[in-house]
Nanobody, 117 residues
Framework: QVQLVESGGGLVQPGGSLRLSCVVS????????AGWYRQPPGKQRELVAI???????NYGDSVKGRFTISRDSAKNTVSLQMSSVEPDDAAVYYC???????????WGRGTQVTVSS
């Protein structure tokens, strides 16, 4: 079983920055696409950013140019650097991992990001 453990959520002011990290408990992390989705209150879960094992990234339109995703395969970690945070970025952020061989998908429990001055 693959476990994903998020950290780094919390309160951030509009215009501020925050960094989320997720550790994937799998030694074969290199075969996983990993990333982040979010679910704002009362809305559906949506793509934030994902990164493949080859470093190919895909961002949701609303975060392009503001958020940056990265991965450290040595540490089985995927991180999301959030900058120029906006009130609409408030949501529960979920870490995501997809096995590129089997297409199995795994989710973290989520970490709350609150945007307020």
């Amino acid at each position: 079983q693959v476990q994903l453990v998020e950290s780094g959520g919390g309160l951030v002011q509009p215009g501020g920055s925050l960094r989320l990290s997720c550790v994937v408990s799998r030694s074969a992390f290199s075969i996983y696409t990993a990333g982040w989705y979010r679910q704002p209150p009362g809305k559906q879960r949506e793509l934030v950013a994902i990164i493949t094992s080859h470093g190919i990234t895909n961002y949701g339109d609303s975060v392009k140019g503001r958020f940056t995703i990265s991965r450290d395969s040595a540490k089985n970690t995927v991180s999301l650097q959030m900058s120029s945070v906006e009130p609409d970025d408030a949501a529960v952020y979920y870490c995501y991992a997809k096995n590129q061989m089997t297409y199995d998908i795994y989710w973290g429990r989520g970490t709350q990001v609150t945007v307020s001055s």
